[in-house]
């Protein structure tokens, strides 16, 4: 089970000498299991735990040559050897990761982990990443690095990690995450720069290795770009790192399950224990010994023996095993070893094996069996390319055998072979050299070449083992991986690839090889966006050349946005696998449009001038001409009186996305009708075009006409001039443009060139003009009394404008003139109280008395003789009973009326006509008036 485990290099201030430096890097990394190296521009890799290059390291000098070898500075690790650019300058420092831009290349620092530790997280702090400084005292350009992320060799994507600045400065320059790992640029004046990288939670990803490396200057000056030569450029140090990941456990074992020794202590294959897991810190275990065949002390000293690990060391470790050189023939003699107390660590499966003493003292001639070569190679079929073979040298005399022992080199058993042990017999007479069948597991995985390691082992009659008792076979892999070349492929909904859907082959060619293209809706649905059958993809013998996989898109009209299929290669045949990449997803870009109305209303004047113009969209895609047709039908407006109803087409050309204005054809009448609306639909779409939201829209047309009028039926006017009520024209509707018209005048009761001036009279309005025009007609001031006169007055001819309902009027003269007074008339007889009128009683006078007055006649008495008055104020209604009551208009008041010698009847004012009409009646009966008989 594996433990989570923490670290750290380094420190988070500066080295104030080697030692310190030394203690804090190279040491620190050798305790923790952690390679650490540089690689130079030349490709020269420095190991920086070796004793001579810890020897080299020192702080900022510029002493050759320690100035090109050393990988420290103050600040933190970089690489030795600088670019040619600053060897030139004594104050540089030489040990940092530096970027050479007149080469494009850059040194690279590297941490390595162990194979059995996996890291998810790390906390980097650098130093010296500056920013652009002032032009030609400092950098000439932003400082960029460069982190790369492996596991086993494997660039790992920094998508998969989570990327957080730790010490952000106002302006932050970002961290950037690319195909080629994380690029950072120096934004601080101090030159630190502090993130940490961290595994998705999900994503079950780690890594187990780090390289730091260089880019060229960002935004350098223009004086720095233009130099030919260039002196300086991106470098910077690592001055700390903490890091969190999980090791697998300590395991100690014996590398074999058998060994050999000769007699004399010389090693066949000796005794080895292995240490695999983390190697942080330090394990041991002891090996003891007991007899097998062998016997103690006689054979071998049975002392127990200690086997220990130093930290960080996973070196196999030899065992000695204390062996007697006796004389006597007693043939190969075993000893049973087995590995006991673990400190630090666990016992592996591998716990117990046998030591074969391979006895020397011969009684006949001996035998010596070999390998014949250091080096095989099979077929993963099996096919052996150069077979493992033994052969025998020296005495043939009597049978002799011995046995191959298989052990893991990078194949493992039982997955890539079965690591039986094979016995290899030569009979009596025999020395054929013999060939050695491996069983080799021809699986189907893409994994490289592997290798086997061989062991010649007990030997029997009079054998010995040879110098060559160990080979290594290499197993040479048959297989190919099939993959996606991309995890995204992105297509046009016509078909037209635009990163096509890629399947490569990698590995051995040999033989057919297939796998199927599985296709499942991501955002797109099948069959509605894509045909979802499975797509076989083939490769003939010896063809690695990747194949293009056409995946069937449906080339729909509607506006759907990008949409995605999810892609899976599976079902391999042949000695085909299928890679890392067995997933993708293909994006379909939408080439759809979408038409419709800017807007749900518009607005044009009635001489066709826009006044929100009708405008068609296109939103969506542009690709490919479209086009659509606007249908115009009656709102308010009537066709053809007011418009054209014609269709009208809209049109797109591909790439075009400029919004389209309609022009409606309006008629553009003289008639005041206010403002009216067409109806607008959008219609019949071609190409990739559909009809949106907004597929209607209402047009009003502005009304542009003005009707003009008399204000009133009637006017009046004083005879010397005086309007009483002036003749006015009114203009309504429109207020656009100038507009005109004529009042022509005809007599009524007045008589041209006598009462008034006959002539045309023009009207004018301007532009925006809607106050009312007063006309002022010529009047005669005559001296003649002839009464209220009349005259006709008609509008005519418009200019601009309609002639309105109220196109004639009348116009009244008020006569100024006084009427002569009429000859007065006696009045024959007495009036009495019975009547004033012929059969016209005046009811309700209580009595008349000697001088005729009238009593209890209501409100003020009327007198009718001597001071005969009408008193002020009294309506002659009053009176009671009288029939229908005394008519005199209204109000109906009076003073001063009397009806005496002289017969004079004053101030009656508005009433007084009635006095002249001897036929009116007083009363509401039909007598005749016999005032003024």
Same mark, same amino acid.
């Given at each position: 089970m594996?433990?989570?485990?923490?670290?750290?290099?380094?420190q988070?201030?500066?080295? /104030?000498s080697?030692?310190?430096l030394?203690?804090?890097?190279?040491t620190?990394?050798q305790?923790?299991g952690?390679?650490?190296?540089?690689?130079a521009?030349?490709? #020269?890799e420095?190991?920086?735990l070796?004793?001579?290059?810890?020897?080299n390291?020192?702080?900022?000098?510029?002493e050759n040559?320690k100035?090109?070898?050393?990988?420290?500075?103050t600040?933190?690790?970089?690489?030795?050897?600088?670019?040619?650019?600053?060897f030139?300058d004594?104050?540089k420092n030489r040990?940092?990761?530096?970027?050479?831009?007149?080469?494009?290349?850059?040194?690279?620092?590297?941490?390595k982990w162990?194979?059995?530790?996996?890291?998810?997280?790390?906390?980097?702090?650098?130093?010296?990443?500056?920013p652009?400084?002032n032009?030609?005292?400092?950098?000439?350009?932003?400082?960029?690095?460069?982190?790369?992320?492996?596991?086993n060799?494997?660039?790992?994507?920094?998508?998969?990690?989570?990327?957080?600045?730790?010490?952000?400065?106002a302006?932050v320059?970002?961290i950037?995450?690319?195909?080629?790992g994380?690029?950072?640029?120096g934004?601080?004046?101090d030159g630190?720069?502090?993130?940490?990288? *961290?595994?998705n939670?999900?994503?079950?990803?780690?890594f187990?290795?780090?390289?730091?490396?260089?880019?060229?200057?960002?935004?350098?000056t223009?004086?720095y770009?233009?130099t030919s030569?260039k002196?300086d450029?991106?470098?910077?140090?690592?001055?700390?790192?903490?890091?969190?990941?999980?090791?697998?456990?300590?395991?100690?074992?014996f590398?074999?399950?058998?060994?050999? #020794?000769?007699?004399?202590?010389?090693?066949?294959?000796? #005794?080895?224990?292995t240490r695999t =897991?983390?190697?942080?810190?330090?394990?041991?275990?002891?090996?003891?010994?007991?007899?097998?065949?062998?016997?103690?002390?006689?054979?071998?000293?049975?002392t127990a023996i200690?086997?220990?690990?130093?930290?960080?060391?996973?070196?196999?470790?030899?065992?000695?095993?204390?062996?007697?050189?006796?004389a006597?023939v007693e043939?190969?003699e075993?000893v049973?070893?087995?590995l006991t107390?673990?400190t630090?660590?666990t016992l592996?499966?591998?716990?117990?094996?046998?030591?074969?003493?391979?006895? %020397?003292?011969?009684?006949?001639p001996t035998?010596?069996?070999?390998?014949?070569?250091?080096?095989?190679r099979?077929?993963?079929?099996g096919?052996?390319v150069s077979a #493992?073979t033994v052969?025998r040298t020296g005495s043939?005399?009597a049978?002799v055998?011995?046995?191959?022992?298989?052990?893991? =080199?990078t194949?493992?058993a039982p997955a890539d072979?079965?690591?039986?042990p094979?016995?290899?017999?030569?009979a009596a007479?025999?020395s054929t050299p013999?060939?050695?069948?491996i069983?080799?597991?021809?699986?189907?995985?893409f994994?490289?070449? *592997?290798?086997v %390691?061989?062991?010649?082992?007990n030997?029997?009659?009079n054998?010995?083992?040879?110098?060559?008792?160990t080979?290594?076979?290499?197993i040479?892999?048959?297989d190919?991986?099939?993959?996606?070349? !991309?995890?995204?492929?992105?297509?046009? *909904?016509?078909g037209?690839?635009?990163a096509?859907?890629?399947?490569?082959r990698?590995?051995?060619?040999s033989?057919?090889?297939?796998a199927t293209v599985?296709?499942?809706?991501?955002?797109?649905?099948a069959?509605?966006?894509?045909?979802a059958?499975?797509i076989?993809?083939?490769?003939?013998?010896?063809?690695?050349?990747?194949?293009?996989?056409?995946?069937p898109?449906?080339?729909?009209?509607?506006?759907e946005?990008n *949409?995605?299929?999810n892609?899976?290669?599976g079902?391999?045949t042949?000695n085909?696998?299928?890679g890392?990449?067995?997933?993708?997803?293909?994006?379909?870009?939408?080439?759809?449009s979408t038409?419709?109305?800017?807007a749900?209303?518009?607005?044009?004047r009635?001489?066709?001038?826009?006044?929100?113009?009708?405008?068609v969209?296109?939103t969506?895609?542009s690709? =490919?001409?479209?086009?659509?047709?606007?249908?115009?039908?009656?709102?308010t407006a009537?066709?053809p009186?007011?418009?054209d109803?014609?269709?009208?087409?809209?049109n797109?050309?591909?790439g075009?996305?400029?919004?389209?204005i309609?022009?409606?054809?309006?008629?553009d009448?003289?008639?005041v009708?206010g403002n009216e609306t067409?109806?607008?639909?959008?219609?019949n779409?071609?190409?990739?075009?559909?009809?949106?939201?907004q597929?209607?829209a209402?047009?009003?047309i502005?009304?542009?006409?003005?009707?003009?009028q008399?204000?009133a039926?009637?006017?009046?006017?004083?005879?010397?001039?005086t309007?009483?009520?002036?003749? /006015?024209?009114?203009?309504?509707g429109s207020?656009?443009g100038?507009?005109?018209?004529?009042?022509s005048?005809?007599?009524?009761?007045a008589t041209?060139?006598?009462?008034? /001036?006959?002539?045309?009279?023009a009207?004018?309005?301007g532009?925006?003009?809607l106050?009312?025009k007063?006309?002022?007609i010529?009047i005669?001031?005559d001296t003649?009394?002839?009464?209220?006169e009349?005259?006709?007055?008609?509008l005519?001819?418009p200019i601009?404008?309609?002639?309105?309902?109220?196109s004639s009027?009348v116009?009244?003269?008020?006569?100024?003139?006084t009427?002569?007074?009429?000859a007065?008339?006696?009045?024959?007889g007495?009036?009495t109280? !019975?009547?004033?009128?012929?059969?016209?009683?005046?009811?309700?006078f209580?009595?008349a008395?000697?001088?005729?007055q009238?009593?209890n006649?209501?409100?003020n008495?009327?007198?009718l003789?001597?001071?005969?008055?009408i008193?002020?104020?009294?309506?002659?209604?009053n009176?009671?009973?009288s029939?229908?009551?005394m008519?005199?208009?209204?109000p109906?008041?009076?003073s001063d009326?009397?009806?005496n010698?002289?017969?004079s009847?004053?101030n009656?004012g508005?009433t007084d006509?009635?006095?002249?009409l001897p036929k009116?009646?007083?009363?509401g !009966?039909s007598?005749p008036?016999l005032?003024?008989?």
């Amino acid at each position: 089970m594996p433990t989570s485990f923490n670290g750290s290099l380094g420190q988070s201030t500066n080295f /104030t000498s080697v030692n310190d430096l030394i203690t804090k890097w190279p040491t620190a990394a050798q305790n923790q299991g952690i390679k650490l190296s540089g690689v130079a521009f030349d490709g #020269v890799e420095t190991d920086y735990l070796n004793p001579q290059a810890i020897a080299n390291l020192t702080l900022p000098t510029n002493e050759n040559p320690k100035s090109w070898l050393s990988y420290g500075s103050t600040p933190g690790i970089g690489v030795p050897s600088s670019y040619n650019g600053w060897f030139t300058d004594p104050n540089k420092n030489r040990a940092e990761i530096n970027y050479d831009p007149n080469t494009s290349q850059s040194q690279v620092l590297k941490l390595k982990w162990a194979e059995d530790q996996n890291i998810n997280s790390a906390t980097i702090d650098l130093s010296a990443l500056s920013p652009k400084t002032n032009p030609g005292l400092g950098d000439q350009g932003n400082e960029v690095g460069l982190l790369q992320i492996f596991n086993n060799g494997t660039l790992v994507p920094a998508s998969n990690f989570t990327i957080t600045r730790l010490n952000s400065p106002a302006v932050v320059k970002p961290i950037t995450v690319g195909s080629d790992g994380v690029t950072f640029t120096g934004d601080r004046t101090d030159g630190n720069f502090k993130f940490k990288i *961290e595994a998705n939670p999900l994503s079950n990803i780690s890594f187990d290795e780090l390289r730091f490396s260089a880019k060229a200057y960002d935004t350098p000056t223009a004086a720095y770009t233009a130099t030919s030569f260039k002196d300086d450029s991106s470098d910077y140090l690592l001055r700390n790192i903490e890091y969190q990941g999980t090791q697998d456990p300590v395991s100690l074992q014996f590398s074999a399950p058998t060994f050999s #020794v000769n007699e004399d202590g010389t090693p066949v294959a000796a #005794v080895t224990v292995t240490r695999t =897991g983390s190697s942080a810190g330090t394990a041991s275990a002891t090996v003891n010994l007991t007899n097998g065949t062998a016997t103690a002390p006689a054979d071998y000293a049975n002392t127990a023996i200690p086997v220990n690990f130093a930290a960080g060391d996973s070196t196999p470790k030899t065992i000695v095993v204390p062996i007697v050189d006796d004389a006597l023939v007693e043939g190969n003699e075993t000893v049973n070893l087995s590995l006991t107390n673990p400190t630090g660590a666990t016992l592996g499966t591998q716990s117990t094996a046998t030591l074969n003493i391979v006895d %020397n003292d011969a009684a006949v001639p001996t035998s010596t069996l070999q390998f014949s070569a250091p080096t095989f190679r099979i077929r993963e079929d099996g096919t052996a390319v150069s077979a #493992v073979t033994v052969t025998r040298t020296g005495s043939s005399v009597a049978a002799v055998s011995a046995t191959v022992s298989l052990a893991d =080199g990078t194949a493992t058993a039982p997955a890539d072979y079965a690591n039986s042990p094979i016995v290899v017999n030569f009979a009596a007479g025999d020395s054929t050299p013999k060939t050695i069948d491996i069983p080799i597991v021809n699986d189907t995985l893409f994994e490289g070449n *592997e290798t086997v %390691n061989l062991s010649l082992i007990n030997p029997t009659g009079n054998a010995t083992i040879g110098t060559q008792s160990t080979a290594v076979t290499t197993i040479v892999d048959n297989d190919s991986t099939l993959q996606f070349s !991309s995890p995204t492929f992105s297509v046009n *909904e016509d078909g037209t690839p635009i990163a096509a859907v890629t399947v490569t082959r990698t590995g051995v060619t040999s033989g057919t090889v297939s796998a199927t293209v599985s296709l499942t809706d991501g955002t797109a649905t099948a069959p509605a966006d894509y045909n979802a059958n499975a797509i076989v993809v083939n490769f003939a013998p010896g063809d690695s050349a990747p194949k293009t996989v056409n995946i069937p898109i449906i080339n729909d009209t509607l506006l759907e946005s990008n *949409e995605t299929v999810n892609l899976s290669l599976g079902s391999p045949t042949g000695n085909a696998s299928i890679g890392t990449q067995s997933s993708a997803t293909l994006d379909i870009i939408d080439n759809d449009s979408t038409l419709q109305f800017s807007a749900p209303t518009f607005r044009i004047r009635e001489n066709g001038t826009a006044v929100a113009a009708v405008t068609v969209t296109r939103t969506g895609s542009s690709t =490919g001409a479209v086009s659509a047709t606007v249908n115009l039908s009656n709102g308010t407006a009537v066709a053809p009186a007011d418009y054209d109803n014609t269709a009208i087409p809209v049109n797109f050309a591909a790439g075009d996305s400029a919004p389209k204005i309609v022009n409606i054809p309006i008629i553009d009448d003289t008639l005041v009708e206010g403002n009216e609306t067409i109806n607008l639909s959008l219609v019949n779409p071609t190409g990739n075009a559909t009809i949106g939201t907004q597929g209607t829209a209402v047009t009003t047309i502005v009304d542009n006409d003005s009707t003009l009028q008399f204000s009133a039926p009637f006017f009046s006017v004083n005879e010397n001039g005086t309007p009483v009520s002036a003749v /006015t024209v009114t203009r309504t509707g429109s207020a656009v443009g100038a507009v005109s018209a004529t009042v022509s005048l005809s007599d009524g009761t007045a008589t041209a060139g006598l009462d008034y /001036t006959n002539g045309l009279i023009a009207v004018n309005f301007g532009n925006g003009d809607l106050v009312p025009k007063t006309i002022t007609i010529p009047i005669f001031d005559d001296t003649l009394f002839e009464g209220d006169e009349t005259l006709g007055l008609t509008l005519v001819s418009p200019i601009g404008a309609t002639i309105g309902n109220q196109s004639s009027t009348v116009l009244s003269i008020i006569d100024n003139d006084t009427a002569p007074a009429p000859a007065p008339a006696p009045i024959a007889g007495t009036l009495t109280a !019975s009547s004033l009128v012929f059969d016209d009683p005046i009811t309700n006078f209580a009595a008349a008395n000697a001088n005729n007055q009238v009593s209890n006649g209501g409100q003020n008495a009327i007198p009718l003789q001597g001071s005969t008055d009408i008193q002020n104020g009294d309506w002659m209604s009053n009176f009671t009973n009288s029939l229908g009551r005394m008519a005199m208009a209204s109000p109906g008041t009076s003073s001063d009326v009397g009806i005496n010698s002289t017969n004079s009847i004053g101030n009656f004012g508005t009433t007084d006509n009635w006095l002249n009409l001897p036929k009116e009646p007083i009363m509401g !009966s039909s007598a005749p008036n016999l005032l003024l008989a």
